[in-house]
């Protein structure tokens, strides 16, 4: 009897693979194993999201710290992109994408934050356009959403969820900031959907030239304001499968990235401004004073000046909150001095990398 069944299940699961590949389902061809029936899917909703009173209780606390912030959201793949299918065809990547993503705009906007997003629909914006958009729309931060694969054909277990940000800390593109972004994402999203962080990294975020090392993420790359790609979960895994399918547990990813984001602007973002005009600088000797900001308090150990590209000394009053810089032998032409600095809660300041002409 247990022999029939068994086998019942197998050609079960060969007309299913046979009828999903039809519509273009991927990583099917090699599985051979029956798969494995699951039971109803399980999630809870959060206490802060189970009834409006809450909801916008929450929305209210966070109000104050993201009021007139940007934020541009892209929905990732879409259009002429809908390949990403799960095993049994029954989730489109680009179609949980736009989802959860249009979810998150609805909280952010309750919130008083200003939204823009690559796409709003199911069409095709190219890799390029969405970092283009993204430059082009005066936003603080970009967030990318996705849904991960298994890239082994068969693999119905894995299931974790990630958040990326650009390059790693020995490289010149990297900004902190783009990390500590990361951080508050990813440790919200993954609580609200019950989801581990994965073993690649400590705590769920993810460098992108862990994917593709030395360039990474092209959106990440070519987006000039800081930006990360939130990987939710696997659409391959034979439970989230299920999960990514109800619309309420779309909500509940929204409300995780909306919590990081509002818990990330909460603890605040030093800002960086150079003191001098720029335009009126001449000689070989550059003494150049900027000023730290931020009602936190700035953390003096964290201030690091680079001068194209290279680390310099510095000083830094911390009654005054600015940083003094003297560079001597500079030739004439254009340099970047490039300034990181962290407030008392441990946020870095956006990337600050300020053009100067020396006469």
């Known amino acids: 009897m247990k022999k029939l069944l068994l086998l019942s299940n197998d050609v ?62 892209d929905p990732g793949h879409g259009g002429s992109d809908r390949k990403n299918k799960s095993i049994m065809g029954n989730i489109v990547e680009a179609d949980v994408n736009l989802k959860v993503a249009l979810y998150l705009k609805e909280f952010l906007e309750e919130a008083g934050i200003i939204v823009s997003m690559s796409r709003t629909e199911d069409e095709t914006v190219e890799l390029d ?49 783009e990390r ?11 609580y609200v959907m019950g989801n581990p962080g994965g073993l690649i990294s400590f705590d769920g975020t993810v460098s992108d030239y862990s994917i593709f090392p030395g360039d990474g993420f092209s959106v990440l790359r070519k987006t000039e304001i800081p930006a990360v790609l939130v990987e939710c ?8 499968e299920q999960r990514l399918a109800i619309d309420e547990f779309n909500r509940i990813q929204a409300w995780g990235i909306f919590r990081g984001i509002g818990k990330y602007f909460s603890a605040g973002v030093p800002s960086v401004e150079l003191l001098q005009d720029e335009s009126k600088l001449s000689g070989s000797e550059l003494n150049l004073v900027l000023h730290l900001n931020d009602n936190n308090g700035i953390n003096p150990k ?43 809660n441990g946020n870095h300041s956006f990337p600050y990398r300020k053009k100067l002409l020396l006469q």
């Open 302 to 344: 964290s201030v690091v000046v680079y001068f194209d590209a290279k680390e310099i000394e510095h000083q830094f009053d911390l009654e005054s909150n600015k940083i003094f810089v003297d560079i001597y032998n500079v030739v004439k032409g254009e340099h970047i001095i490039h300034v990181v600095c962290a407030n008392t």
């Open 233 to 240: 979960a696997f659409y391959t895994n034979r439970r989230e």
């Open 129 to 177: 356009a969405r970092s283009t958009m993204a430059n082009n729309s005066s936003a603080d931060i970009f967030i990318s959403i996705h849904h991960n694969a298994s890239s082994t054909g068969g693999d119905f277990w894995t299931n974790y969820t990630s958040t990326f940000y650009h390059a790693r800390e020995e490289n010149d593109e990297y900004e902190p900031c």
């Open 12 to 73: 079960l699961l060969v007309f299913m693979l046979i009828s999903c590949s039809g519509a273009g389902t991927t990583r099917t061809t090699n599985i051979t194993a029956p798969y494995p029936p699951v039971s109803e899917p399980y999630y809870e909703i959060p206490r802060d999201l189970k009834d409006d009173y809450s909801r916008i209780e929450t929305i209210e606390r966070y109000r104050k710290y993201l009021d007139g912030i940007k934020i541009f959201i």
């Open 180 to 190: 500590d972004i990361a951080r508050y994402i990813q440790r919200d999203l993954s």
